[in-house]
């Protein structure tokens, strides 16, 4: 059973940035696509960047060239860079395994950390 950890979150200023970290336990992420989730108040939560287990990356256009997600495979841990944050970043963001992106349904899931972009 695999078990994820995410931390990173916090209040930021509109243009700033956050590192937000996923950390597993139960299992070696490296063998695992990884997915950031978010979900805003009153709103469904979306897919915002994946990772395959081969590295391949995709995002969601609205986070494009802002956010960068990454592995450390070595510390069993998957970052997302995010920088240039909007106050429509506001959200609790989640990481999320899967045998690949293109899962609908993803195996297991971290408890979430609150982002807050707010000046």
């Known amino acids: 059973q695999v078990q994820l950890v995410e931390s990173g979150g916090g209040l930021v200023q509109p243009g700033g940035s956050l590192r937000l970290s996923c950390t597993a336990s139960?299992?070696?992420?490296?063998?695992?696509?990884i997915g950031w989730f978010r979900q805003a108040p009153g709103k469904e939560r979306e897919g915002i960047s994946c990772?395959?287990?081969?590295?391949?990356?995709r995002y969601l256009d609205s986070v494009k060239g802002r956010f960068t997600i990454s592995r450390d495979n070595a510390k069993n841990m998957v970052y997302l860079q995010m920088d240039s944050l909007k106050s429509e970043d506001t959200a609790v963001y989640y990481c999320?395994?899967?045998?690949?992106?293109?899962?609908?349904?993803?195996?297991?899931w971290g408890q979430g950390t609150q982002v807050n972009v707010s000046s």
């Open positions: 990772s395959e287990s081969d590295s391949s990356t």
């Open positions: 139960g299992g070696a992420l490296e063998y695992y696509a």
């Open positions: 999320a395994a899967a045998s690949t992106c293109w899962q609908y349904h993803f195996d297991y």
